[in-house]
């Protein structure tokens, strides 16, 4: 697991294009929170880079089932990453947020 998280991190640093999905197809914990890193490097980033985001709002009918406070909580930090989001000047970063109405 820890060889894919380094080539992750690695790809996230180098690459011109990252696509950026987090879907309601999982919970997204770990994808939403690194949200916050992939903006501030791109902040930080001289080079052109294109970054593409879209956070689908909640997790799909069978996660709910599945377990019903992971869903909720994902709910939540989805609708927190959002909020924040909204407060960046994306497009003058080169980082489209694409939206759901999931």
């Known amino acids: 697991m820890q ?4 080539m992750e991190a690695w790809h996230l640093k180098h690459d011109c294009i990252i696509l950026f999905p ?3 197809e999982a ?3 770990g994808s939403l929170a690194e949200v916050g890193f992939v903006i501030r490097t791109e902040i930080d980033n001289t ?10 709002p909640a997790v799909s009918a069978e996660l ?4 019903p406070g ?3 909580g994902s709910r939540r930090a989805r609708q ?13 970063r080169r980082i489209p ?6």
């Open 27 to 29: 919970y997204g914990f």
């Open 97 to 102: 947020l694409l939206s759901s109405s999931g």
């Open 3 to 6: 060889d894919c998280a380094d």
């Open 22 to 24: 987090v879907k309601g």
């Open 80 to 92: 927190l990453v959002l909020a924040r989001l909204s407060q960046v000047d994306l497009n003058a």
């Open 70 to 72: 992971q869903a909720d």
């Open 47 to 56: 080079d052109f880079r294109f970054v593409l985001m879209f956070i689908e």
């Open 64 to 67: 709910v089932d599945h377990c």
